[in-house]
């Protein structure tokens, strides 16, 4: 029986004259600038002061970082040769194609150039980054539900959604899900975590991070539509998210193992101000 959820939220959040401002872009915005103050009040309830122009710094390298590397891994992934051919299309990014794998990689790039900038731990900052990033992660997906895009397979369940691109059938709001769980289920358990005494060693929260949303991910496409130009990989059974996660699980459980055996105790500088 049709759903009577219908999918009707404007994806525009403003416009004035030629400016345009989309909830997505927003999102990419307040997520950063959000995530930026979860980790200054982290660190400073660690007693590791560091800077909030320190801060900044890492937090713009790791945005440049992580759209660059969301853009050029949904080319290479997702594009199914599309890019190779329409190369000027790479930089529409307005048409959307982001990649949160890229994303990670990207913005650890970034990040990595900031700390070195500012002679901060790297291993620190990634813990504190991900203690805060579940948020932007859960604002992007909302954006995604409000885009009307990356929804899920149909379904009979009370709150399915009719989507206008996905056809006149109420399907499952994916993106929802993926909010939920790579975002405020993941918020919460950082959060958690992060105020254990004494203090989880250096690596530990990204090992976490990285595992967990891997897990989240992977069970999230088992309901999620594949993009069209790919679908179902080996047969129809796996995604490309899916194969991309697997190995983020695997590395997240590494870096939890390794960090927990190594024991490095949190910092906030490299030099004698550690």
């Known amino acids: 029986m049709l759903n009577e959820l219908y999918h009707s939220l404007d994806p525009v959040a403003f416009s004035a004259g030629p400016i345009t401002i989309y909830w997505y872009g927003i999102s990419y915005i307040v997520g950063a600038l959000l995530t930026g103050v979860v980790m200054y009040r982290t660190?400073?309830?660690?007693?590791?002061n560091i800077s909030v122009d320190d801060l900044m710094t890492v937090v713009v390298c790791v945005v440049f970082g992580l759209l660059i590397g969301a853009r050029l891994f949904y080319v290479l992934f997702y594009g199914d040769g599309y890019y190779f051919a329409h190369p000027l299309e790479i930089f529409a990014v307005n048409h959307g194609g982001m990649s949160f794998h890229?994303?990670?990689?990207?913005?650890?790039?970034g990040g990595l150039v900031a700390c070195r900038i500012c002679r901060l731990s790297a291993w620190t900052v990634a813990d504190l980054a991900v203690i805060g990033a579940p948020i932007a992660l859960a604002l992007g997906r909302c954006a995604n539900f409000i885009n009307g895009e990356l929804w899920g397979k149909p379904t009979d369940l009370p709150w399915g959604v009719v989507f206008e691109s996905g056809g006149d059938v109420a399907r499952h709001p994916s993106q929802l899900y993926e909010a939920l769980l790579e975002g405020v289920l993941l918020f919460v358990a950082m959060q958690l975590l992060s105020r254990k005494r004494p203090l989880l060693p250096q690596g530990t929260f990204m090992g976490g991070f990285i595992a967990w949303y891997g897990v989240a991910r992977i069970l999230v496409e088992f309901v999620r539509v594949?993009?069209?130009q790919l679908g179902y990989l080996f047969g129809g059974f796996v995604t490309m998210g899916q194969l991309l996660s697997l190995p983020l699980v695997i590395v997240g459980v590494a870096l939890i193992v390794f960090a927990l055996h190594a024991k490095r105790p949190q910092r906030g500088y490299l030099d004698e101000r550690a």
Not at 43 to 48: D, E, F, P, S, Y
Not at 103 to 109: A, C, F, K
């Open 43 to 48: 660190q400073k309830r660690w007693g590791l």
């Open 102 to 109: 890229g994303g990670l990689v990207g913005g650890i790039l």
């Open 226 to 228: 594949p993009d069209a």
